[in-house]
């Protein structure tokens, strides 16, 4: 069974511009959550999604959105680019979001630099 | 708002001996679960244990357990017989019971496994 992917796995940006990050989640799995990882802040929550509808959003400002598919497919992007946007922006993938079936399964991340 | 603080920015152990990183975490829901993650260099995150806050008993898989104080809001992960591949980023994470998928993170613990 394929695991969680996400594409591109590096890229470089400029000031300004934007970039949209995709995430195929694991076959079956229906919730695709977003999240932030740079040295400096950690780990950080950014958007989750089940059955295309957004369920929770972390405080991050407007320029970050996201959207997932009717195949659960879902993409993130991230508008006027910052220097601060440049991170490790990891997918994680689960069934459902119930209790007892709720784990979740990260990708390998895009990786973002912005110059 | 609930929050995860690992203290321990790094941590070593010698290969074959037991090293325990620790967690605490703030919440005033009843209902919650706590993980810990490990991030090998490089490659995805993966779960490693889990525990549900209603049960009493520690959770364990194989080498690693977890000390879960429920009134101390402490959860510290065990790891003995130390190997290599142990070495990684360790990241300990909330997750409420009210069906999110949302995980809040720990700064994380680099963890050094010396031959």
């Known amino acids: 069974k394929a695991g969680v992917t996400q594409t591109p796995r590096y890229l470089i940006k400029t000031r300004g511009q934007q970039v949209t990050l995709s995430c195929s989640p694991i076959s079956g799995h229906r919730s695709v959550s977003w999240y932030q990882q740079t040295p400096g802040q950690g780990l950080q929550f950014l958007f989750e999604y089940f059955s295309e509808t957004q369920r929770n959003k972390g405080n991050f400002p407007g320029r970050f959105s996201g959207r997932q598919f009717s195949n659960s497919r879902s993409e993130m992007n991230v508008s006027t680019l910052e220097l601060g946007d440049s991170a490790l922006y990891l997918c994680?993938?689960?069934?459902?979001?119930?209790?007892?079936?709720?784990?979740?399964?990260f990708g390998e991340g895009s990786r973002l630099t912005v110059l | 708002a609930q929050t995860v603080t690992q203290s321990q920015p790094e941590m070593s152990v010698q290969e074959a001996e037991t090293v325990t990183l620790s967690c605490t975490y703030d919440t005033s829901e009843s209902d919650y679960y706590l993980f810990w993650y490990k991030q090998p260099p490089s490659r995805q995150m993966i779960l490693v244990i889990r525990?549900?806050?209603?049960?009493?008993q520690n959770a364990t898989e194989n080498r690693f357990s977890v000390n879960f104080q429920k009134a101390a809001k402490s959860f510290s992960l065990k790891i003995s017989d130390s190997q290599l591949g142990d070495a990684a980023m360790y990241f300990c994470a909330y997750r409420s019971g009210s069906n999110t998928g949302k995980l809040i993170f720990g700064q994380g613990t680099t963890l050094q496994v010396k031959p």
């Open positions: 994680a993938s689960s069934l459902t979001v119930t209790k007892y079936t709720g784990e979740l399964f």
């Open positions: 525990q549900e806050a209603y049960k009493q």
